[in-house]
């Protein structure tokens, strides 16, 4: 019976696409969430790109979906407590529970934590109350209002901030991936908002791959600024932020004022990810994300798969991908097996 | 990293002390040299590092420097006090059998002790600045302090120790002078070399190949320190020379010393440590009525921790700042005193015990 449970360890959006694929390909799925609500990054998330989707109604479709399937079971609120490979698969310890469970396949999708941008003093996140995340914007744009934190007043001008935590070797080397096409569609969605408003996204390089470009274009075209600069200070003048630039187009140093900051942050390996290493003997990479295998979603343990941004961040398309991807390694894999 | 790392991204620009004053623009001395065009200005840095701290591709903008200025010569009349100190290389190069810094000071030395004590041009700068610095007395201090200890050094009359011609381009000079002192260490048989000034030990320790230990003073102190004994009453600051901080991570060992003063209370300036601005002037270039600015800035932040002194660990920076308080008239009137860590500590010594 072991042979055709799988383990889905994280109930992300990766996760929840796994464990639906896994089910319609006939397995028993376990759903492991270490928080008490399904959904992970999602819940925090307004509105997707490229298309402008709402989160909430792609993760409330998923969970009547996941409630359909009678062969996944759900558990939130728990983590794994010890992992004991066996010839068959794993047996499993959850923490609280007395009855070990017994998986042939177990599906790594523990995603990413947001960086957290308090240690580089110089951008003033936690001094200042009007320079927030991306993650803190998201929740006012769910709200449909994005105040300053300071005044409740309406910014009039809205500063991105890019490569917050990202291609940075006093933080990390490595491009987070999805921050630029998520600040382009942050920054459009509030230039909708509030149309008056001075939208300016300070960058580094653009990166903006394939059909998101056009988010880009559009950006643009709508009015927002693009200056090619690194922040180097942020101060506090008369309750308005004042940036440090060089505006590497004149060449010129400004001290560039905004009544709203939005750091683009990018993304680290979420807390628990050496712990669930250790549990299931996979290798991390330098970056301290999961390491693939020679297949495309596996690993170097056997019956041992990763979706998603536990291996390195990517954009929820992708993720959803190589949910799907894995679904169909664990089926490949049983089948195996079985001959 | 290389240069060839940069993203322009300018935070350099941003970041850089210089461009307070003028329009100094490191990003833009790289992009000249990405795209191989000349006319880089040359002279303008001031080699804080404070760039290549936070360059988030860890661009190595002093070693660009160095490199840049290799052989190029900078026009005379921009540099400080008529290049008297150049000349001073200059002559100890040209008769080097006769020539070396003075090691005259008071206190008990020993010909073949193995810790050796490097000086510095600490005689020569009381020679041509009327800064209101007694120079010397650094020498006898850091004497005064390392008998205190136990340690009767070599006193090691070098030549300079090429700080200001390396970075002022003169790559002969700096490797004629390198070749002269190496040689004369290795004669010594010193394994530890001691310096009271910042720019003789970031000197000694990266750009020579020695293959002896290198301390600034207040390192080889800090193995010593319930030895010093000292007193003292009130509060004090401290100013971390780029030389000894940023160039190379040294940053605890003054602090701890500061810390040993009983009664003394060490307030840190609001920009310290990693984020400490520049004294203004490096390697005698760029000393101008802007750059008198940055010092007067230092000053005001010293004042502001409310300390009688602001204490450093460079004779550079020790020129500089005190040149600001003595300058007559006054450019403002500040109540703060400037003083090397080695005459203070020497001042704290307990006189009986």
């Not at chain 1, 709402?54 to 062969?71: G, I, M, P, Q, V």
């Not at chain 1, 709203?260 to 250790?278: D, Q, R």
Request: charged letters at 25%; one cysteine or more; glycine letters at 8%.
């Amino acid at each position: 019976m072991a042979m055709d449970r799988v383990l889905v360890v994280g109930g992300g959006i990766t996760g929840i696409q796994t464990s639906l694929d896994l089910a319609q390909l006939g397995f028993e799925v376990t759903l492991l969430e270490r928080e008490k609500e399904l959904g992970g990054k999602l819940t925090q998330l307004s509105t997707l790109f490229p298309k402008g989707d709402s989160s909430r109604e792609l993760l409330a479709s998923k969970r009547r979906k996941l409630e359909a399937h009678h062969s996944i079971k759900i558990k939130t609120a728990t983590a794994i407590e010890k992992v004991t490979s066996m010839p068959s698969g794993y047996q499993i310890v959850l923490r609280g529970e007395g009855k070990p469970l017994e998986v042939g396949a177990v599906v790594v999708a523990t995603g990413f934590d947001p960086f957290d941008p308090t240690i580089l003093e110089e951008y003033g996140y936690g001094r200042h109350k009007d320079v927030i995340t991306a993650f803190e914007l998201e929740a006012m744009l769910k709200e449909e209002k994005v105040l300053r934190p300071s005044s409740g007043l309406l910014p009039r001008q809205i500063t991105f901030l890019q490569c917050i935590g990202s291609r940075d070797r006093n933080t990390n080397r490595y491009c987070s991936y999805f921050c630029c096409t998520y600040a382009v569609k942050e920054a459009l969605s509030v230039k909708k908002l509030n149309p008056h408003a001075e939208v300016c996204i300070m960058y580094m390089d653009i990166r903006t791959p394939y059909l998101y470009e056009h988010l880009y274009t559009e950006a643009r075209e709508k009015g927002i600024t693009f200056i090619k600069s690194r922040v180097s200070g942020i101060s506090e003048h008369g309750g308005t932020l004042a940036l440090d630039i060089e505006n590497t187009i004149t060449g010129e140093t400004e001290s560039f004022s905004s009544e709203l900051v939005v750091l683009s942050i990018g993304g680290v390996p979420a807390a628990h990810t050496k712990e669930l290493a250790a549990h299931f003997k996979l290798p991390l990479s330098d970056q301290g994300f999961f390491e693939r295998g020679d297949e495309p979603v596996g690993t170097t343990s056997p019956g041992v798969f990763i979706a998603g941004a536990a291996s390195g961040l990517k954009d929820i398309p992708h993720c959803l991908a190589e949910a799907s991807a894995s679904a169909l390694s664990v089926s490949i894999f049983f089948r195996q097996r079985k001959t | 990293m290389s240069i060839y790392s940069c993203y322009q991204c300018g935070l350099c620009t941003g970041i850089c002390p210089k461009r307070l004053i003028t329009k100094y623009s490191p990003r833009r001395d790289l992009e000249k040299t990405l795209l191989n065009k000349d006319e880089l200005d040359l002279w303008s840095c001031l080699t804080c590092g404070l760039c290549s701290q936070y360059c988030p591709q860890g661009v190595g903008y002093l070693d660009f420097m160095k490199e840049v200025r290799s052989n190029k010569r900078v026009d005379e009349d921009t540099i400080a006090h008529k290049s008297v100190f150049n000349l001073i290389s200059q002559l100890m190069i040209k008769f080097p059998e006769k020539s070396g810094v003075s090691t005259d000071f008071s206190g008990e030395s020993d010909p073949k002790c193995p810790i050796g004590y490097f000086p510095g041009c600490l005689d020569f700068l009381d020679s041509f600045l009327e800064v209101g610095v007694n120079f010397h007395s650094i020498g006898d201090a850091a004497l005064k302090l390392m008998n205190k200890v136990g340690v009767k050094p070599q006193m090691m009359g070098l030549k300079c120790c090429g700080h200001d011609e390396l970075w002022q381009g003169n790559r002969e000079e700096f490797e004629r002078l390198k070749d002269l002192n190496t040689h004369s260490i290795k004669e010594s048989g010193i394994k530890t070399l001691v310096t009271t000034c910042a720019e003789c030990t970031r000197t000694f320790a990266l750009d020579y190949n020695l293959d002896i230990e290198v301390l600034h003073i207040s390192q080889f102190l800090e193995k010593y320190q319930g030895k010093l004994n000292v007193k003292g009453e009130g509060i004090v600051t401290y100013h971390d020379p780029c030389r000894l901080g940023r160039h190379m991570q040294i940053y605890d060992p003054p602090r701890n010393l500061i810390s040993q003063v009983k009664g003394m209370n060490l307030v840190e300036l609001e920009n310290t440590k990693e984020d400490c601005q520049c004294c203004g002037v490096s390697a005698w270039l760029g000393c101008t009525t802007e750059s008198k600015a940055l010092l007067v800035n230092k000053l005001d932040e010293a004042e502001k921790t409310a300390a009688a002194t602001l204490l450093t660990t460079c004779t550079k920076c020790l020129a500089h700042l005190s040149c600001v308080l003595n300058e007559k008239p006054p450019l403002k009137e500040f109540q703060i005193k400037v003083q090397d860590l080695t005459t203070f500590l020497a001042e704290k010594l307990a006189t009986h015990i």
